[in-house]
């Protein structure tokens, strides 16, 4: 293994942090006070799409799709891409402006891979253009939906079209007001085999029948102004064409889109992780509790070098993942990809806590990230497939490697 970035890696990483550390930094506090005013809720920070020209117009633009797709994007692999994504998580919602933010990442990869010219035209080319953005509507509140295949959404066909009837929740992107475009995944054949029941269809937000009931909030973060929606489908009435590859294929499709979103989440978080360490470590020196500094403290030492253990070990097993689906493809890396998806939420979380612990209550509080970062990063304990989901196939995994007769 060799984890020493390219020269294009590289190179996009210097510019990139000096795109946020000129442009988005000193604007960080600003935004959190837009989105935290009731005011403004689902509405666009006013100075956003100008901070999009100008990523674009420095060609920081559509990072995240792998190569292998033209001019649609620089054609980074997974490996040069997971720095990158590390350096946009270091403020939560900066992926936007580089047009890398879940979940329009999947769905633009999902048209990138799977879409016929007419739909790429229709919703990929604004996608990646920036012009609008995207949900994704898989998750059900009335089922087991850590098992997507006991969703019951149904797709049914009706002449030229389809009929789609479901609930759906922990719509990511719904709320967004330039969000145009979902991709919902329910059932055409109940009674196929279980792998073979699921399909993709696209559904314009703007559809009949589809109707947001209300955003979703976690820990009281609404995330404005991409939200989490529960979205009911009611006669949702669509064409044929609006189909992704044919029935029965959207297991599959389900299955390519959320490996590489679960190295972006996870390089994102590491992001996270290492920013809460900096900023731990900047407040030991500045506080003097019974005379010292809190650097002089061992404890204090030992939380800080724990976490820098912890967030090096994780950095380099996402590495390692993201390695392994470039070289061999997703289905062979589907073990590391496990991994990282357990280990990576937790470290943040236990970082993320030992930096809030050491800020005190300014840790706690809206004064800086930390409080919403752990809010995601439990979420994300959650998210394409809970710890407990993974950790059961990735021992089942194991078990079978080494009892192979």
């Known amino acids: 293994m060799n984890f020493e970035y390219t020269d294009k890696s590289k190179t996009l990483q210097e510019k990139l942090k000096q795109f946020i550390a000129k442009n ?16 403004n809720v689902w509405k666009k920070w006013p100075g956003l799409e100008a901070l999009k020209q100008k990523a674009k117009d420095e060609g920081l633009w559509n990072l995240f799709l792998p190569i292998g797709y033209g001019d649609l994007s620089p054609g980074l692999t997974n490996l040069e891409y997971a720095p ?7 403020i939560l919602w900066s992926s936007e402006i580089f047009n890398c933010s879940a979940p329009d990442t999947g ?4 048209l990138a891979k799977y879409g016929t010219p007419e739909q790429q035209e229709k919703w990929l080319k604004p996608l990646m253009n920036g012009e609008i953005r995207s949900a994704f509507l898989m998750t059900e509140p009335d089922v087991a939906s850590s098992d997507a295949t006991n969703i019951e959404t149904s797709i049914v066909a009706d002449g030229n079209e389809y009929v789609i009837n479901g609930t759906k929740w922990w719509s990511s992107g ?20 279980r792998h073979l029941q699921q399909s993709m269809i696209l ?16 820990f009281g973060y609404n995330d404005s102004p991409e939200g989490h929606a529960e979205i009911i489908l ?57 005379g010292r500094t809190l650097d002089t403290y061992s404890s204090i030492r030992q939380d800080v070098a724990n976490s820098v253990c912890e967030i090096e070990q994780t950095r380099l097993l996402v ?48 004064d800086t990230p930390l409080a919403h970062f752990f809010a995601a990063a439990r979420m994300l304990r959650l998210a394409d497939g809970p710890d407990e989901v993974h950790m059961s196939q990735l021992g089942k995994n194991t078990i079978k490697k080494y009892t192979k007769e």
């Open 319 to 366: 590495l390692s993942a993201a390695d392994k689906m470039d070289r061999m493809g997703n289905k062979e890396a589907k073990d590391l990809i496990a991994m990282i998806k357990i280990v990576t939420p937790n470290m943040t979380l236990r970082v993320v806590d030992r930096a809030m612990q050491i800020m005190g209550g300014k840790g706690v509080s809206s």
């Open 174 to 193: 719904a709320m967004d007001p330039n969000c145009k475009i979902t991709i919902v995944m329910g059932k055409t054949d109940f009674d196929a085999p």
């Open 24 to 39: 988005v930094t000193p604007v960080e506090n600003e935004v959190a006070a837009f989105h935290r005013d009731p005011a």
């Open 234 to 290: 009611d006669k949702v009435r669509v064409p044929k064409e609006n189909l992704l590859v044919g029935e029965g294929q959207g297991f599959a499709i389900a299955q390519g889109r959320l490996g590489p979103g679960r190295i972006h989440h996870c390089m994102r978080l590491i992001g996270m992780a290492q920013r809460a360490l900096e900023m731990m470590c900047e407040r030991t020196t500045q506080r003097k509790p019974f």
């Open 203 to 218: 559904v314009p937000m703007d559809t009949p029948g589809l109707q947001i009931v209300r955003p979703l909030s976690v």
């Open 84 to 90: 990158l994504a590390e350096i946009m998580g270091r």
């Open 107 to 110: 769905n633009m990869e999902v």
